[in-house]
């Protein structure tokens, strides 16, 4: 096999996404009939930084987590090209994609259902040392032992069994899990969206810890924007398997420009009673994810700044200033 690369760049992205699409299909009838296909992912393209953080945000049903997993191989992409470290792993066969696991891992959203029941705390953690062949007998333990102290367990949680821990505890083992083969990259799916707004900081605070000790990159994905805002370098926001906007955190949060943006960041609570903020309330319906309209997506959502060129043609991510890029022609009325 001939890998298909580019020259390493130390301020290049450690994983680069370019064109990303992923379909499934819809199937009727008794045989099973292809009758149409859901555009989870419909080419989006976005870099994770180097030690850093690309957050991923959007509502629920936008395609966020079909990207992270597809970014990672563990759903085949349609299309699409996924470079890590400037290899492009889409030409990875079985055998070599499994070697590459260790570098690329995830922590999942549920941190109850993503624990096998059957396992204690030690196997979970210690189950990817042992595929990896990283460890045996008496350094697995002592390396299981000390990967749940450093998230914060004690070393006897080791014979523990999924359902004595406290759903933040169970998060904790996934943090573990993911971290046992030392990644570079990990998908964070919305790792604290379940837990008490308490242990979500502590959580957070972990991840942040962990980041900076190992100089690993994040993916975070996350519906709560005050949670990206704080861990976030870099945010991208997804509407209907699409990236409409794309920024700097600080940048995006201070100059939002796409409206959708704009509509999820009215909706952000203020901890301050006295403030006043203007909720823009979207009236229009959400298109359907297998016939999405070829024009933009967010025209039926009863856009404030639609035009007639907008039933045209969808916009393309344009840039819009310093590494802002905006999918809009209202923004960007010259593309």
Not at 42 to 49: E, N, R, T
Not at 258 to 285: C, F, N, Q
């Amino acid at each position: 096999m001939t890998d298909i690369s580019v020259k390493i760049d130390d301020t290049a992205p450690l994983v680069d996404v370019r064109n990303l699409v992923k379909h499934f299909p819809v199937r009727q009838g008794l045989f099973g009939r292809v009758a149409g296909w859901v555009k989870a992912v419909d080419g989006i393209s976005f870099g994770v930084p180097r030690k850093g953080t690309l957050g991923l945000v959007g509502e629920s049903g936008c395609g966020k987590t079909t990207a992270g997993r597809a970014a990672l191989r563990l759903i085949e992409p349609t299309s699409g090209r996924i470079f890590y470290d400037a290899v492009d792993i889409m030409g990875f066969d079985a055998g070599q994609l499994r070697r590459h696991r260790r570098n690329m891992q995830i922590i999942f959203q549920d941190p109850y259902s993503s624990l096998n029941p059957r396992m204690t705390a030690g196997d979970i953690v210690g189950e990817g040392l042992r595929v990896h062949g990283l460890a045996e007998g008496a350094d697995l333990r002592e390396r299981v032992r000390t990967l749940l102290l450093r998230v914060g367990l004690q070393a006897d949680h080791a014979e523990r069994y999924p359902h004595e821990f406290s759903g933040g505890q169970r998060q904790r083992i996934g943090i573990a899990r993911a971290l046992a083969c030392r990644p570079r990259f990990i998908v964070c799916d919305e790792p604290v969206s379940a837990l008490d707004v308490s242990i979500q900081a502590q959580v957070i605070n972990l991840l942040e810890d962990l980041q900076a000790e190992f100089g690993i990159s994040y993916l975070f994905i996350a519906h709560d924007l005050a949670v990206v805002r704080h861990i976030s370098d870099v945010v991208a926001v997804m509407y209907m398997g699409k990236i409409v906007e794309m920024a700097p955190s600080e940048e995006l949060f201070a100059r939002p420009l796409h409206p959708y943006t704009l509509a999820l960041l009215s909706a952000v609570p203020v901890p301050d009673p006295a403030a006043r903020r203007k909720r823009i309330v979207l009236e229009g319906g959400v298109p359907s994810a297998v016939n999405p309209p070829d024009y933009c997506r967010f025209y039926e959502r009863g856009c404030p700044r639609r035009m007639p060129r907008c039933r045209e043609a969808c916009p393309p991510l344009a840039s819009s200033g310093p590494d802002h890029t905006v999918a809009c022609f209202a923004v960007n009325p010259r593309t």
